[in-house]
């Protein structure tokens, strides 16, 4: 079923209505996480801890559970032209909790993602984290979160690719911020290629505050790889200049 036929399905609900529906979704992604990221780590175990097909359930099987648990549909375009044989750095504008499914679900390679620190320690979807190397900043230490990000070397000598949401924080839909500097100096410290990558859509589907979820559709567009051998840390917010007006352009492309 479409976003759109599941919209008009239950565009007449009263606000009682989405209040209940909301409730039922919230607790199938609670039951779905809860079932399926323990299974992800007896995976880990019985692959003898390496992480490929791990990530890959998150991809296939958890993202879009919860992709057809909110209605949303996703419309992805540019994607099929890349070389992801090799590790890059996706970063991304950041309108929703729900954007990490829908890169999960296109990006065509094991993904690990920057998450803020209070993630770590939220039952089972931090075991998970952590189990998968996935990279844990605090945003209001910038020290620490460089080191912590420059433990994301580890990840490229495996052959994974990291994500990151470099405004460091949910913006409001149509809005992108200023892009942080930091995930820009370890691309640059590894000579890591970049690839710009816009969401449209996913702050109606789930707002910021509460737990809102609306049927709709997420646009995600994928732009050129950037990239970063033989630049200096004094390039890295020119760099970061850089992949914020490809993610707007890729956004405004969306819209046409």
Same mark, same amino acid.
């Given at each position: 079923?479409?976003?759109?036929?599941?919209?008009?399905?239950?565009?007449?609900?009263?606000?009682?209505?989405?209040?209940?529906?909301?409730? =039922?979704?919230?607790?199938?992604?609670?039951?779905?996480?809860?079932? =399926? =990221?323990?299974?992800?780590? =007896?995976?880990?175990?019985?692959?003898?801890?390496?992480?490929?097909?791990?990530? +890959?359930?998150?991809?296939? !099987?958890?993202?879009?559970?919860?992709?057809?648990g909110a209605g949303a549909r996703i419309v992805a375009n540019g994607?099929?032209?890349?070389?992801?044989?090799?590790?890059?750095?996706?970063?991304?504008?950041?309108?929703?909790?729900?954007?990490?499914?829908?890169?999960? +679900?296109?990006?065509?390679?094991?993904?690990?993602?920057?998450?803020?620190?209070?993630?770590?320690?939220?039952?089972?979807?931090?075991?998970?984290?952590?189990?998968?190397?996935?990279?844990? !900043?605090?945003?209001?230490?910038?020290?620490?979160?460089?080191?912590?990000?420059?433990?994301?070397?580890?990840?490229?000598?495996?052959?994974?690719?990291?994500?990151?949401?470099?405004?460091?924080?949910?913006?409001?839909?149509?809005?992108?911020?200023?892009? +942080?500097?930091?995930?820009?100096?370890?691309?640059?410290?590894?000579?890591?290629? !970049?690839?710009?990558?816009?969401?449209?859509?996913?702050?109606?589907?789930?707002?910021?505050?509460?737990?809102?979820?609306?049927?709709?559709?997420?646009?995600?567009?994928?732009?050129?790889? !950037?990239?970063?051998?033989?630049?200096?840390?004094?390039?890295?917010?020119?760099?970061?200049s850089r992949c914020r007006d490809a993610v707007i352009a890729l956004?405004?492309?969306?819209?046409?």
């Open positions: 079923m479409s976003a759109t036929s599941t919209s008009m399905r239950f565009g007449a609900l009263s606000g009682f209505g989405w209040r209940v529906l909301n409730a =039922l979704q919230l607790l199938f992604t609670i039951g779905w996480t809860t079932v =399926l =990221l323990p299974f992800a780590l =007896l995976v880990l175990v019985l692959c003898g801890g390496k992480r490929h097909w791990s990530l +890959r359930m998150a991809s296939r !099987i958890w993202a879009p559970g919860l992709l057809a994607f099929d032209t890349l070389d992801f044989s090799k590790p890059c750095i996706v970063v991304a504008n950041h309108q929703s909790m729900i954007d990490t499914c829908a890169l999960f +679900r296109v990006l065509p390679v094991p993904l690990c993602f920057v998450m803020k620190d209070e993630l770590a320690r939220v039952p089972v979807v931090g075991t998970y984290a952590r189990a998968m190397g996935m990279v844990f !900043i605090e945003r209001q230490a910038a020290r620490a979160a460089t080191r912590q990000l420059g433990n994301a070397a580890q990840l490229f000598a495996e052959g994974l690719s990291v994500c990151g949401f470099p405004e460091g924080t949910r913006g409001k839909p149509g809005h992108i911020g200023p892009f +942080r500097g930091g995930i820009f100096k370890l691309a640059i410290d590894c000579g890591i290629p !970049i690839l710009p990558v816009s969401i449209e859509g996913s702050g109606e589907v789930l707002p910021v505050r509460g737990f809102k979820v609306r049927p709709g559709v997420i646009r995600i567009r994928a732009g050129e790889l !950037i990239q970063t051998r033989g630049l200096q840390q004094g390039d890295r917010m020119a760099l970061a956004r405004d492309a969306s819209r046409n």
